[in-house]
Nanobody, 124 residues
Framework: QVQLGESGGGLVQAGGSLRLSCAAS????????MGWFRQAPGKERVFVAA????????GYADSVKGRFTISRDNAKNTVNLQMNNLKSEDTAVYYC?????????????????WGQGTQVTVSS
């Protein structure tokens, strides 16, 4: 089992940047693929980005390609989401998640463990 905790959210103007971090504790972090999802008010939670256990494979939602970068540091048990050129439509609660698969992909059902989320608000 793994426990996840997100940080780094906040209020930023459109065009700005934020870096989200997710710290993991518990079972070996490198045993899990990781993902980021987000949920805007009144909407379903959707996929943002994913990274494989060793970081060799990554994937992104079309809406964030070229603006967001996912990375992980297995020595520090962290996964990060660098968000650049933020837009108002990026406003959401962002969740990190852990999957026992080598690569979790975009389906939330592939992920067994979830953090509590961190709020990102982009003002236009």
């Amino acid at each position: 089992q793994v426990q996840l905790g997100e940080s780094g959210g906040g209020l930023v103007q459109a065009g700005g940047s934020l870096r989200l971090s997710c710290a993991a504790s518990g079972r070996a972090f490198s045993s899990y693929a990781m993902g980021w999802f987000r949920q805007a008010p009144g909407k379903e939670r959707v996929f943002v980005a994913a990274i494989s256990r060793r970081g060799s494979s990554t994937g992104y939602a079309d809406s964030v390609k070229g603006r967001f970068t996912i990375s992980r540091d297995n020595a520090k048990n962290t996964v990060n989401l660098q968000m650049n050129n933020l837009k108002s439509e990026d406003t959401a609660v962002y969740y990190c998640a852990a999957s026992p698969a080598n690569y979790g992909g975009s389906y939330s059902s592939n992920y067994d463990y979830w953090g509590q989320g961190t709020q990102v608000t982009v003002s236009s």
